[in-house]
DNA sequence: TTTTAGCACTCTTTTCAGTTGAGTGCTAAA
DNA sequence: TTTAGCACTCAACTGAAAAGAGTGCTAAAA
């Protein structure tokens, strides 16, 4: 069978009252308020046609009909309109422009934060290094007599700093020591080659400062590649309690279960290759009973030496494009960021994005 | 009328098994369970005299007892038996031990999710510069030729670390000009009584660098006293939804709308002072109808040159031996580790405290 | 005087049978 | 091809009845 014109409008009216409702459409509530002129009995031909076609579902005989996971697939590839960025969401993205200057390590935290907020659902980071992060140099400076401050710079000219404690006496001159010792052995590598046993091999160097350097080479290795080789966190769960879908606290707690781990789990949904930029969207899955109910629109970017997956994580019946719209916009200013890190206050909404999108709309 | 011994011993028998359970102790199940040698009827017209005292409540007529406030306070104060920590829970504590050459800056947030792991609870920490926090001097150091890192030094040895880009040339010149420009102005000052109005005036040192020096003072001015003034950080959210009281989602949203804001509301129910550390119980409370089921046990701790406030939340029925054996523990290490700086390996379980308890129960 | 058995009473929870109402599918007429 | 009409389905609601857990009171036992 064939998806008429006429299929299409109706399906997508379905889809549209049922993110907006979240109870099942009936054929006279699409009449009355889905801006369809044909009588019911007509609309439930074409409803019954499209739930042969796979693209609703009806949770019992009498209840309405309920898009399905490929109907929302058609809807965000085809079907949904444009969404208009709001101002609030243009103030709340000119904030993560305003971050530039700061900290750059907070920038992936700041832009999660702002997912939450401009779509009222929750957020999702994943951030891990990326294959072919380099070195350039360490730093060190001393901060007392007892500690120094270990910084280790990108190629990007973004900066890890470890504050070290040593525990013993500690002067300059350790200090340049220690770090041309680094520089030695680890600048240019990359940090995906770097081994722990590589790095205590640069301690066979130091003859009676072996003590001193053990632990220190230990924090060196961590700020390289360490603990946080990974790095998962999400944000915004409130506002997912606000949907019914949410209201069974299973829910929650199977869905908050899946980032507790190291991010394993939730990397299977989010399949992205490294060096793609584009938007994703998965679609809650029947197959996977802890995501059954949840969708995630996700893109991946690189963030100084980190490849970070962004994602909106909300009810299979989200707004996908209010979601999707945010993603890009934030995206396009994460990337303008990176970009021009010579013209500092370079505002998203009105630096000409090639998305056409935007003069229709805006 | 008096708490006799038997009147005590059976409000206890309740509360532990209130706590248990989650359910109203009836005379029956008590004398079954409770290790009460006693008849139902002579329980129930003990009980009738808890509950005149204030000591219990009934949900209904038909239903058992349940503690009042009063009855967890006195629980609290001197009912409930030691806890065994737990060698998991030493693990845990061993980990932070471990934390202690790493960044300073991190203890706060290894040290909550430890005592959500601990408990099986939520935890929160409120972080607030300490009154008479002062600024010892600033460092810099030039990353590349547009970004330099600037580095505040707290009198014991804390750093704050600010990677910032100007977008326009800089060399180490430049950073050792506005190095001891804001130390000239802020070393010795109290992070209490520097505004930016004040940042602002070191400007007009500058002629022709005003422009460069501009976005630099901003952000020092951040990184003296900005944005952080006081932090508010929950974890373990996840743990509380296991229990009964939370399956409700508007408890959970009310409980976690208490942090959303800048965390005025929660420090009204964490009543410290800056200067005392001894735990604090904060037992729900039927006039806040937000905390009305939850408990806080919480201290307060100086951690670098923050003040922070470690909190454990779970129910109203949460398990206090527990969760205050777990947060005394957790407090001690952090106390331990703060004052043995030169101690690196000091593990909390064998260091002698002055805890009388750990000779019987470990 | 204290403890306990017995029993009526209270109130929530569960169960079950109607009843309602939204929505469907099918048929036949427009 | 569209639509009106109608029988049918099924979740959701309603209200009454039954069950169950626990109490308070009384009077007997210890």
Redesign the interface.
Known sequence: MELSERKLKILKSIIDEYIDRGEPVGSKHLMEYGNISLSPATIRNEMSDLENMGYLDKPHASAGRVPSGNAYRLYVEELMQEYKTSSEQLDLLSELTRF??????KIVEKARKIMSKMTNYASITVSENLPGAVISRF?T?I??S??M?L?M?MPD???N???????TALDANDAQIIKNALNAHLSGRSLDDVSLSDIMSIEEEFGDMKALVN?ILR?AY?AAVGSERRSVEVDG??NL??YPE??N?EK??DL??LF?QNGDTIKDFLPVESDESGLKVYIGDEENSKLSDTSIVFCSLPVGNRNTIFGILGPKRMDYKKATNALKRLSQTLQSLAKD????RAIAENSGFSDEKDGKTD
């Open positions: 530039k200057t700061e900290e750059k390590d730093e400076m901060i007392d007892e500690s401050l910084v710079i000219g973004r900066v700093t470890k504050h070290l404690s040593t525990g632990p924090i961590e769960i409130t309690l606000s949410f209201k606290v929650v707690k908050l279960g507790e890190e010579d013209a500092p």
